[in-house]
Each structure stands twice: as C-alpha cells, then as structure tokens.
C-alpha cells in the first residue's frame, strides 16, 4: 500500500534551536518528495521538492534529505524563529501520477 | 512562485443551501486542478482531480452528485457542495498543477466552510 508515515507527530522546541522531521513512505514508482508547510487555517506552501537523484536540498533555514534506498526523508529547521510554528507536511508523488499522498503531518510549535 | 486563489474565504450557510467555491490560477494556466478536504488536525484527502474540459474523477467514497465540480478554463475550478449538510464543514483546498517538469502543484489558501 502506498504510504507516507511523518513522525514525530508533534513536536514543542525553543526559539533558537534546531530540530529534525522524519518521513517514511513506501510509495512506488517514486517520482518525488516534497516538503510542505501549512499554517493553521491556510493551504499549504511548498519548501522544497527532490528527485531520486537529489540526496539533499536547502530552502533558507530547511534543508531537506533524501534517501531513496531506505525510503526515508528529513526536514531540517535550523535556528527555528516563532513563525516555523506549523504544520510540516512530508508529501510524495508516484510516477505517472499527477495526484499526491500526504503524510499525516507534524505539528511543530516554537517557543519563546 | 506560481499564485493560486480561492473565493470565498469563508463561508457560513445554511443547511440544505448549495454553495460554491472558486479556485483560480492567477499567473498560470493548470490543465489539472486537485481539490483536498482537510479536517482538524489532519491532513489533505484528495476528493477529486479535474481536468480541464472534461469530467472529473472522483476519489472512492466522494459522492460525485453532492461535490459538483466544474473545471471550465484553464485558471478556473469550481466546487459546489450541494444540499449542505453539517457534516460537510470543513475547510477545503485546491491545487493547481503546472504541468511540464517542474512537477509542482500550488495550493490555494482554503475554505472555511461551516454548515449551520
């Protein structure tokens, strides 16, 4: 069955620090991963998308990981600021599928 | 990045009323246009996938007459949900593809619905 797993599944960190998101999938044909983010009550943006051949990929303060062999995924927050408060959707797509599985999202809240 | 739109906002209506809702690629056009169900605290669920000038496809256990949708241009999709009910709050979110090799897909910023 095609999955995506996120864990954790809610995470509470300190302004300044970092932290890691994990992502699992059994998804198959891969085309790709995607990271999203989503504040409460908005659509979700995208923070960076990979390709099997892409083994890691930054967006400002996110920077992303692939694994393709083991299926695994991270999303790394550096020096987190209260706006990271979110959601963060792990989000893989098949090939020849133009639709997406979402996983089930980590909720991340950022402390002063 | 690419902007995609959504009207309304919010809505509130009342039971049994029909409401829609637009989705607009603004700077794009989007041969395909996804439209997502998100309940508290959970993720997206795909309800259907449309394309431009033909039906849409549903998703197993999304009833086609109750969430009509319409996708008459490339920068537009519409959903109507029909004889509301107020199971059917929820905020509601579509994509839109770009097509090409980008693979991207930009969401618009949700629907709050409620059902009184």
């Known amino acids: 069955k095609n999955q995506v797993e996120q864990s954790p599944q809610s995470l509470i960190i300190l302004e300044g620090k970092n932290c890691t998101l994990q992502?699992?999938?059994?998804?198959?044909?891969?085309?790709?991963l995607r990271w999203y983010k989503q504040d409460t009550g908005r659509g979700p943006v995208s923070l960076t998308i990979?390709?099997?051949?892409?083994n890691t990929k930054s967006n400002g303060r996110y920077t992303a990981t692939l694994d393709a062999d083991t299926k695994q995924s991270s999303l790394h927050i550096t020096a987190s600021q209260l706006s990271d408060s979110a959601s963060y959707i792990c989000?893989?797509?098949?090939?020849?599928?133009?639709?997406?599985?979402f996983g089930s999202g980590t909720r991340l809240q950022v402390q002063p | 990045g690419a902007v995609v739109s959504q009207h309304p906002s919010r809505v509130i209506c009342k039971s049994g009323t029909s409401v829609k809702i637009e989705c607009r690629s603004l700077d794009f056009q989007a041969t395909t246009m996804f439209w997502y169900r998100q309940f508290p605290k959970q993720s997206l669920m795909l309800m259907a996938t449309s394309n431009e000038g033909s039906k849409a496809t549903y998703e197993q256990g999304v009833e086609k007459d109750k969430f009509l949708i319409n996708h008459a241009s490339l920068t537009l999709s519409t959903l109507t949900v029909t004889s509301a009910h107020p199971e059917d709050s929820s905020f509601y979110i579509c994509?839109?593809?770009?097509?090409?090799?980008?693979?991207?897909?930009?969401f618009g910023p949700g629907t709050r619905l409620t059902v009184t």
């Open positions: 990979m390709t099997f051949s892409e």
């Open positions: 992502c699992n999938y059994t998804v198959s044909p891969f085309s790709n």
């Open positions: 989000v893989v797509q098949r090939t020849g599928r133009r639709a997406l599985t």
């Open positions: 994509s839109a593809y770009t097509g090409g090799r980008s693979h991207e897909q930009y």
